[in-house]
């Protein structure tokens, strides 16, 4: 009898609990409560590929059209993450729960790239060619912040050499997202020039080796003297500085001209002021050959060269003294046996001109003392050249090999 009354009781128990269950249920129901969350259900952010995201800050508020009209704080959860150095969406879902009541919101990330490569023209060889000249690529590298090295896949238009006037080479590559980078490069071509007769000068007996030699470059000029060698052919020799466009001095040697040690600042009261001065001067610019042109020199002319007094004011002696210390260290110096006067003696192209080829004549070899750091004298060369291939000289440039010129050392 009295397990029939625990067993009704229990089963009134059980009855009003899933009365009071189904009367929450109907209740929730009625109030629609729900999770809102402070961004859309569907974000999506697009970040460039190797910037900076954060993930932003999301909140959940717990909602119903009875209860919690204004909304109750709940915490979030966040699964996911995104890699702004990898392309790709990320999907990440914001999470929270209460009362019953869950619910979510998904944030894509979209990591692209719309950066476009970059190239990189390598200086030209020469800022012009002649009517018919082949054109012969300087070089050029592409890069890419995603796809790396694309130097490979640049495409590059070809250029007519047959007419003269201002032509274009179009470089162009894409990458993989689509991204275009152009690049342009100009090349004059001109007409050819007609053999150069020389009538002012009577010819030479000699026949001789001449060895132009430019000191104190490069210099503005530099180009525009190399261009002249280059039309006929001619190499030269160049004494260099630690001033002016250094790329010059690798142009200079990819030309096959001879780069030798001259100074790095010119400064007397620096260079010879001790034997060590003087080495540590050379030693910067022979550092400064090297890393254009991929080897030190061997070759030197001494600021004022070997016989200059200047040098007596810092240090008695120092010539003599260096002078066997370079021959000692398998340096060889070169002074001259031909001056152009562009020193100093004048500043006239005439004079200059009529000062080397005067200077040349019946002379074996002759060491010619010029400076292309002046404008007058690099526009007497191209008259140079021709009144000496006209009178049977052979140009060449200075080797370690090559015969030299020792001046009386007087300090």
């Known amino acids: ?89 990320y999907r990440i879902v914001y999470s929270a729960s209460a009362d019953l009541v869950s619910g979510s919101a998904e944030y894509v990330v979209k990591v692209v790239d719309t950066t476009p490569p970059v190239i990189t023209l390598a200086a030209a060889k020469s800022e012009f060619l002649y009517v018919g000249d082949t054109y012969a690529e300087a070089g050029f590298t592409a890069t890419d912040a995603v796809d790396g090295d694309l130097t490979g896949s640049v495409t590059a238009t070809d250029i007519d050499t047959s007419t003269p006037g201002q032509k274009e080479i179009t470089y162009t590559v894409t990458d993989q997202s689509g991204n275009v980078c152009t690049a342009t490069r100009t090349v004059v071509v001109r007409e050819k020039p007609a053999p150069t007769q020389v009538i002012d000068s009577p010819p030479s007996t000699g026949g001789g080796v001449i060895y132009l030699t430019f000191d104190d470059g490069p210099s503005a000029y530099t180009a525009t003297l190399l261009d002249i060698l280059k039309k006929y052919n001619v190499k030269a020799t160049f004494f260099v500085t630690g001033s002016g466009d250094r790329s010059l001095i690798a142009r200079e040697a990819a030309e096959g001209h001879s780069v030798g040690i001259h100074t790095l600042t010119h400064e007397y009261s620096k260079i010879y002021a001790s034997v060590d001065a003087y080495f540590a001067d050379l030693n910067a610019v022979n550092e400064i050959i090297k890393e254009q042109t991929g080897e030190y020199s061997k070759l030197v002319r001494f600021p004022g060269g070997s016989s200059n007094t200047v040098s007596k004011k810092y240090c008695k002696g120092i010539m003599t003294q260096l002078a066997a210390e370079l021959e000692a260290k398998g340096y060889k110096y070169f002074d001259w046996n031909v001056s152009s006067g562009d020193a100093g003696g004048t500043t006239v192209s005439d004079t200059v001109y009529t000062n080397v080829i005067n200077g040349v004549r019946g002379k074996a070899y002759s060491i010619v003392l010029q400076h292309d750091i002046k404008n007058f004298s690099v526009n007497a060369v191209e008259r140079i050249i021709v009144w000496g291939l006209n009178n049977g000289y052979t140009f060449a440039p200075l080797t370690p090999d090559s015969p030299t010129v020792h001046q009386h050392i007087n300090n």
């Open 1 to 89: 009898m009295q397990n029939k009354k625990l067993y009704l009781i229990l089963g009134v128990c059980i009855a009003a609990a899933l009365v009071m269950i189904a009367a929450v249920l109907i209740i929730l129901r009625a109030n629609d409560a729900r999770i809102e969350f402070s961004i859309p259900e569907y974000s999506v952010e697009t970040v460039e590929f190797g910037g900076e995201w954060t993930a932003p800050e999301v909140k959940a508020y717990l909602k119903g059209n009875i209860f919690n009209k204004s909304g109750k704080e709940i915490e979030v959860t966040r699964e996911g993450d995104a890699n702004t150095s990898e392309l790709g969406e």
